[in-house]
């Protein structure tokens, strides 16, 4: 079976860093892109960006460059978002998803499966 | 970045009811359209991708059609475990992009 699981929930406070992964399993990891996906309270989904755990390349959205960094370790099949100093505003749970792309350069791709979710709660 | 919305924001229907769920790209994205199903507490579940396929283990009675910029979703007939939130989604340009979502809940 294709799985992604997530580290536990998080409670930080404001400036300090944090770092969450997702495992993958039943599959060959370095085969497909990772991406995360953020889901503030209440509300709907965003892409943050993507890594290739082949070769480590990432690729962000614009809304979330430069105040989160993706990495992986392709020996233990993890992917990772982290932050170096965390706001109130990056409280939500935070998704990473198998992110399947049959041709590079068209748009047929998508993501399944879904990790459990990870929710930050970032609160002085 | 392509938007994209959905309508009905939110919707009550009945089991046995026909749903149909509509998403509108802000401009063509061809048929790079998938369609994911959230339950509440739960991670997001592939429905359906390139506008009409359907993801491996999901039920027939959902469907999807369309491309250019108009899409629907439709779940022929709707069962209790359908009630849930649903989002379209992009995948023509980076960064993909998502719907607002449709609650579908119980009348």
């Known amino acids: 079976e294709v799985q992604l699981v997530q580290s536990g929930a998080e409670v930080k406070k404001p400036g300090e860093s944090l770092r969450i992964s997702c495992k993958g399993s039943?599959?060959?990891?370095?085969?497909?892109?990772i991406s995360w996906v953020r889901q503030m309270p209440g509300k709907g989904l965003e892409w943050m960006g993507r890594?290739?755990?082949?070769?480590?390349?990432?690729n962000y959205s614009p809304s979330f460059q430069g105040h989160v960094t993706i990495s992986a370790d392709k020996s233990i099949s993890t992917a990772y978002l982290q932050w170096s100093s965390l706001k109130a505003s990056d409280t939500a749970m935070y998704y990473c998803?198998?992110?399947?792309?049959?041709?590079?350069?068209?748009?047929?791709?998508?993501?399944?499966?879904w990790g459990q979710g990870t929710l930050v709660t970032v609160s002085s | 970045d392509i938007q994209m919305t959905q309508s009905p924001s939110s919707l009550s229907a009945s089991v046995g009811d026909r749903v149909t769920i509509t998403c509108r790209a802000s401009q063509s994205i061809s048929s790079y359209l998938n369609w994911y199903q959230q339950k509440p507490g739960k991670a997001p579940k592939l429905l359906i991708y390139a506008a009409s396929s359907l993801q491996s283990g999901v039920p027939s009675r959902f469907s999807g059609s369309g491309s250019g910029t108009d899409f629907t979703l439709t779940i022929s007939s709707l069962q209790p475990e359908d009630f849930a939130t649903y989002y379209c989604?992009?995948?023509?340009?980076?960064?993909?992009?998502f719907g607002p979502g449709t609650k579908v809940d119980i009348k």
């Open positions: 890594i290739d755990p082949s070769d480590s390349y990432t």
């Open positions: 039943g599959y060959s990891f370095t085969s497909y892109w």
């Open positions: 989604q992009q995948s023509y340009s980076t960064p993909p992009t």
């Open positions: 998803a198998r992110h399947i792309v049959v041709v590079v350069a068209a748009g047929d791709n998508w993501f399944d499966p």
